[in-house]
């Protein structure tokens, strides 16, 4: 499996002026190469590179490998606008979104992301240095800070190119690694996990994960967020842009945290872990007006994600399972009724009386459902 190690560069204001000079270069290349292959239909490599490469060595100042990690830059974002357009992510065809992205070519950021591979970067691990290829020449020695779980990540496992950014003023490289799978053991049994928005995930178990304290900071957000855009300030703009960032990562500690937890407490049992699938929930649900601020800013499909790659990685098996009627079905007796469910809280059985948490018995019902799920799953297929 690929998973992604993101570490902090620490470099010297000659090496950060250095580093914003090719960053802004290579940029600057990318978007002269993709307007190129706009105007001659040029989404293939090859074609690319043949078309652009004497221009972009000489305009730009660019040596012959950032070149190609260039063009094959903006020959991934036309495959990926492609996929994205197929998927419907920018709307039907006659959508203002549609249209603009396929009338104008892509434009990159002066401070976009650029990959660099072992040719115009290499890794000393023992030093905590990086050396890399610069415009003005190759640096060395810019020093990088990480925890020692993802030094001894990159040690075993970087493999290909690594991803050089300035986000907030600072900069990081992303590397790839290349993982191998661990073996997914048979489970003894399932956690089932019951997404949603008062309770970000609460187990079959009866684990609760609260978002209450998610919920009072997003709030808290909404309300200083208003306040800087009544002031219509570039500064105002730019502390927006801070504060949107913050809270997203905020969020994403959140999800992490939960789901480390989870994963933990499933491997430490044997057991599995099981999901209720939520996929286009927002555009099967209608809301009131002053519910859509909350389920836009849900984060469960990302909360599913951390989940997923973290039971990957532990070798946990992980399911998702058919979401319909989980709230609303007794788990002792099958009875399903709307009125199962008086309230958000609460779950009361009208045919057997059980009564009990409702995201609770969701989740028993999501692990009952991986039971006869993993069986289907695992059972031999019959010969001909």
Avoid at 285 to 303: C, E, I, K, N, Y
Wanted: proline share 5%.
């Amino acid at each position: 499996m690929k998973l992604v190690v993101q570490v902090k560069l620490l470099p010297t204001p000659e090496q950060a002026s250095a580093l914003e000079a090719t960053l802004r270069a290579c940029n600057r290349a990318a978007t002269y190469a993709s307007r190129i292959a706009f105007a001659k239909g040029l989404k293939d490599r090859n074609g690319l590179q043949k078309e652009v490469y004497t221009d972009l060595k000489a305009t730009f100042g660019l040596s012959a490998q950032p070149v190609v990690r260039a063009v094959k830059k903006v020959v991934d974002a036309y495959s990926a606008l492609k996929a994205s357009l197929q998927a419907g992510n920018l709307g039907p065809s006659t959508s203002t979104r549609y249209r603009r992205a396929v009338s104008t070519p892509i434009v990159f950021r002066p401070q976009a992301a650029q990959p660099f591979d072992d040719r115009c970067l290499s890794w000393q691990y023992d030093a905590r240095t990086v050396s890399i290829w610069t415009v003005d020449r190759r640096m060395k020695g810019i020093r990088f800070a990480c925890s020692p779980d993802q030094l001894k990540t990159l040690v075993q496992y970087r493999k290909g190119e690594s991803d050089l950014l300035r986000r907030g003023g600072k900069w990081y490289l992303v590397a790839t690694c290349d993982m191998p799978e661990p073996d997914v053991y048979e489970p003894v049994d399932w956690i089932g996990v019951d997404r949603g928005i008062v309770n970000l995930a609460t187990t079959s178990d009866g684990t609760n994960h609260q978002g209450r304290r998610l919920s009072r900071y997003r709030r808290w957000q909404a309300r200083k967020r208003a306040e800087l855009q009544a002031k219509q300030t570039r500064s105002a703009t730019r502390r927006l842009a801070r504060r949107a960032q913050k809270e997203k990562r905020h969020a994403t500690h959140v999800n992490h945290r939960i789901s480390k937890e989870i994963v933990s407490v499933a491997q430490r049992t044997g057991r599995g872990i099981a999901v209720e699938e939520l996929g286009g929930i927002r555009e099967r649900v209608r809301l009131h007006r002053d519910q859509r601020s909350a389920l836009s800013s849900w984060p469960f499909h990302q909360l599913g994600q951390h989940l997923a790659y973290k039971a990957r990685r532990a070798g946990v098996p992980f399911l998702e399972v058919d979401a319909r009627y989980t709230s609303q079905r007794c788990p002792r007796c099958g009875h399903t009724e709307r009125a199962n469910r008086p309230d958000r809280d609460h779950f009361r059985c009208r045919r057997c009386g059980l009564a009990g948490p409702a995201d609770v018995v969701a989740g028993v019902n999501v692990r009952d459902r991986a039971r006869s799920a993993w069986v289907l799953v695992t059972a031999p297929t019959p010969s001909p």
